[in-house]
């Protein structure tokens, strides 16, 4: 008998000690089967001359069959995460450990280590999976050398680096680069391949794949495009090159992520790699590129250059998002690509920093590492990097990532060694900076402004409030980018980057004839709150003038919130002037469709909450919902003669997927979801019959169902796509989240008990469940039903996935913004959740730190 689950183990930073053993080379072979996967290994270790002690493996959900040392029967001690063996019982040289194991990937429905998609094996091994496939030190700071040998009858048979053999129901495989045991990874399936080619700046001819299922062919041409721009891209920003003979990536239908960067053998949920016009939207397609283009550059930062434990995840994440950002900008439009990151980022980001989920960019403990792939290590850690290079200038960043690279190749390092990389390629001093690691929390800055005699002087403070284990915080770096606009609206003083380092500081502008209005904040330099006193006609101002793109949609959004508190508290019609201001954005042709679709976009129900709660009001969701409601019939009103003609302008012809089609595409539907609340939907109707694509089909579809309509089209859109898993996930979804609040919780349970929902597909799951807690006044619908019904959801799909159910519980992050009743509803659902027996500790974890 086993005892009761034993309480969950805190990890702690602080507690890093280096391996007993390193590894050499490791030799595997799979003989694949169902239910009964043999997995034997060849390991090859040198003890740790620094930190000599036992040999620790980690091992869960392993049957061993048989193991030895140096061909030798030892004593060993196996319980249900590790194997060990006594330092005396070990050669104090370096010793081939062998192992049998037996494993059942048909069975594992947590999707992690090796499992079964539709027929074909596949892995998932970052961050702890690899230990569900064998005994070994699964801890990333232990790289070895792989050789791989698959035993199977199915056709193709894939694993990391270069293939070295291929016979009658086998094939090998050499990975030649060191790598830790997360970036291991095997497929074996009926699988085709769209082929492509890549030669290196240095003549390196690379094979590339891309596997998919029979029948998905068709639509891999756009991500082989993103992956030879991206490995083009790599070779002109950073002056890094592949560095194998083959490249392949493989789309499976059940992955808990978005993709994975195993060495040479990138894996990818279907949904971030599978394109075609007639099945994705342009959203779709600049996702995958942006997917491709990030686990591609991992090959370095990530891969050859890796993390030496997992506190570090930021290391290789928000430098590689970083990466991908660039990449996007550069393919598409910074401006467009800087307001679509700051939405996520504050949506996401902000929101978790906000929170009772707050932790550090370089968090100092967890319990399952799991659920610290966050908005926080990834999007924060992203931005950390961008303030890096603005603070440090383009010609020093890159200086210093060469020393990075060049000094870190085949190490596993830490933020310490990532930052010293440029204090020695600077000489600058970046210990202040390296705040942004270790403080949670989004900082709030306050500026006031005084002018005279020809000198502007803004001063600013910065505070960041208390977040979980952090009550105190001290000043951080903060690059400022600010502009002057003059009151003609002509640029006065370009932007200039203002170092903040202390609590409040000062900066002055001299020589200036009129009183400017300065734009601060440009390019949404740093990611922090900015409390500003404005008021509307300075905002209009300066979404009029203002020529940094960002700051000009920061105006129309924040007279757009401003609109929406003033409906919300007090009832106050929107004004002329806000009406006014939109219409000049929206009919002005000189601007970038792309750019001004996004100024229509208006703030959403959950920001508004947030917005709400900070000012000091409970936010009510119903109220929130109608207001925006009530706005968007205004809008329509005031903007009907504009709208038809803008929504004709911007009709493409053929589909291509570029910035200059997608830009024309999103304005035209955010046009046609105005038009609709006048036309009756006859607009969006005869689009939707008549669209070639998927943007415009969904998008006209979405128009009519947040006007309360489009249940024929609904119904004709399950029809036509039923047979596409990832079409149907859309059908799923938009219902969920477009439902009337009264009606989400109800049309999300039914779905759940629709033929073809699924809990075992996370994609299926998300459509649905992640869908419900984005539609925010239907999730906080009084009541509580959607609440009850996600913890059920939850609670069940824990059994067989605790990863993707642990992440489904941030929804309930921002339970502390409302009123008593649902606060007590929601705890009640947490708590239901928390008292379930056998609970994992992934989701264990998750609802006590919501709890707090
Ligand atoms: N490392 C992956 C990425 O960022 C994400 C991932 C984490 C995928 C854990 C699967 C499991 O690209
Ligand atoms: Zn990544």
């Keep these: 008998m086993k005892d009761a689950t034993p309480a969950p183990q805190t990890i702690f930073l602080r507690d890093y000690e280096a391996p007993h053993h390193w590894v050499r080379d490791v030799a595997l072979t799979f003989r694949l089967a169902p239910r009964t996967t043999r997995v034997i290994s060849r390991i090859t270790f040198v003890p740790n001359e620094l930190n000599r002690g036992d040999l620790v493996l980690n091992g869960e959900e392993l049957q061993l069959i048989a193991a030895t040392v140096d ?66 030190p699964d801890r990333p700071d232990v790289m070895g050398v792989f050789t791989v040998r698959v035993e199977s009858d199915l056709p193709v048979l894939l694993s ?91 789309a499976v239908d059940d992955f808990n992520m978005g993709a994975m960067e195993n060495k040479g053998l990138n894996i990818f949920n279907s949904s971030c790699v599978l394109a075609s016009k007639e099945t994705s939207t342009d959203a779709n397609f600049e996702r995958i590129e942006g997917i491709i283009a ?116 085949g190490e596993a390092v830490t933020i310490e060694d990532w930052l010293k990389a440029f204090e020695d390629a600077t000489g600058r001093d970046l210990s202040q900076f390296a705040r942004w690691y270790s403080q949670a929390g989004t900082p709030r800055l306050k500026v006031s402004e005084s002018f005279a005699e020809g000198r502007l002087t803004l001063t600013f403070a910065q505070s960041t409030p208390p977040t979980p284990g952090q009550p105190d915080k001290a000043p951080q770096v903060l690059p400022i ?43 949404f330099s740093a990611p922090v709150i900015l409390e500003r006193e404005m008021d509307a006609a300075t905002r209009a101002f300066l979404l009029a003038h203002d020529t940094d793109p960002f700051q000009k949609w920061e105006m ?5 919130k401003d609109t ?47 917005t709400l709660f900070d000012a000091g009001v409970t936010p009510d969701p119903q109220k929130i919902h109608d207001a925006r409601e009530t706005l968007r019939g205004s809008l329509a009103r005031h903007l009907s003669d504009a709208l038809p003609t803008v929504f004709r302008q911007m009709e493409t012809g053929a589909f291509v997927p570029d910035a200059d089609g997608s830009g024309k595409r999103a304005l035209r539907l955010s046009v046609l979801s105005l ?34 309509l489009g249940e024929e089209e609904l119904a004709a859109f399950g029809q036509m796509w039923r047979h596409d898993r990832l079409v149907m996930d859309k059908w799923f979804a938009l219902q969920v989240a477009l439902a009337a609040p009264a009606r989400a919780a109800d049309v999300a349970r039914d779905l759940s008990h629709h033929p073809d929902f699924t809990m075992k597909n996370p994609n299926r799951f998300r459509a649905v ?17 959607a609440y009850a019904l996600l913890a059920d959801q939850i609670i069940a799909l824990d059994a067989l996935n605790p990863q993707t159910a642990a992440r489904m519980t941030g929804a309930f992050e921002t339970w502390r913004r409302y009123d008593a009743d649902r606060q007590a509803m929601i705890r009640a659902a947490l708590e239901r959740i928390r008292a379930k027996t056998g609970l994992s500790r992934d989701v264990t974890e998750m609802v006590t730190r919501i709890l707090g």
């Design 294 to 409: 990030h686990e591609y550059f991992h090959n370095w930062t990530g891969n050859r250059i890796t993390c030496r434990d997992w506190f570090q995840l930021c290391l290789k994440e928000g430098l590689t998002v970083y990466r991908d950002q660039m990449f996007s900008g550069d393919m598409r439009s910074h401006a467009v690509k800087r307001i679509e990151e700051v939405l996520a980022l504050r949506a996401r980001q902000f929101r978790e920093d906000n929170g009772p989920l707050a932790h550090p960019v370089r968090p100092e403990s967890f319990v399952e590492i799991n659920n610290f792939y966050t908005a926080t290590v990834y999007e924060k850690g992203a931005e950390i990097i961008g303030m890096l290079r603005r603070l440090i200038g383009d010609e020093a960043y890159r200086k210093g990532c060469d020393l990075y690279f060049e000094r870190h190749d």
């Design 564 to 610: 929406l508190v003033a409906l919300i508290l007090e009832d106050t019609p929107p004004a002329r002037d806000y009406l006014d201001a939109i219409r000049a954005v929206l009919t002005d042709d000189s601007l970038d469709p792309a750019f001004r679709a996004l100024v229509l976009g208006l703030p959403g129900e959950d920001d508004l909450a947030q």
């Design 71 to 136: 061909g030798a029967i030892v004593n060993m001690e196996v319980d249900d995460t590790h194997l060990r063996i006594a330092s005396a019982d070990l050669p104090q040289k370096p010793f081939v450990f062998e192992a049998e194991v037996e494993i059942s990937p048909e069975t594992n429905t947590a999707l992690e280590g090796l499992y079964m998609s539709n027929g074909m094996y596949c892995t998932q091994c970052e961050a702890e999976g690899f230990r569900k496939i064998t005994y070994y």
């Design 556 to 560: 129309g959004r924040m007279l757009a």
């Design 160 to 250: 990391n680096g270069n293939p070295v053999e291929r016979g009658d129901g086998f094939a090998v495989w050499h990975d030649p680069w060191p790598k830790p045991a997360y970036l291991f990874a095997l497929v074996a399936g009926e699988l085709v391949n769209h082929p492509g080619r890549f030669t290196t700046a240095s003549g390196r001819d690379v094979e590339l794949n891309i596997w998919v299922r029979p029948g998905d062919e068709d639509k891999c041409a756009f991500g082989m495009e993103a992956l030879r721009k991206s490995m083009k891209w790599d070779e002109d920003t950073y002056g890094r090159e592949y560095d194998l003979d083959i490249f392949n990536i493989v």
């Design 481 to 523: 980018a600010v502009g002057l606009i003059g009151p003609n609206g002509d640029e006065v003083v370009e932007t200039r980057v203002l170092e903040m380092t202390e609590a409040t500081q000062s900066f002055t502008f001299d020589g200036l004839g009129a009183r400017p209005v300065a734009s601060i904040l440009r390019d």
């Design 769 to 785: 469940f992640g869908a419900l807690p984005g539609n925010h006044a239907g999730f906080h619908h009084a009541g509580g039903a």
């Design 675 to 708: 038009l609709t609340l006048l036309d009756a939907g006859k607009e969006a109707k005869a689009l939707f019959s008549k669209a070639d694509n998927m943007t415009e089909q969904a998008g006209a579809l979405a128009a009519l169902l947040a006007a309360g």
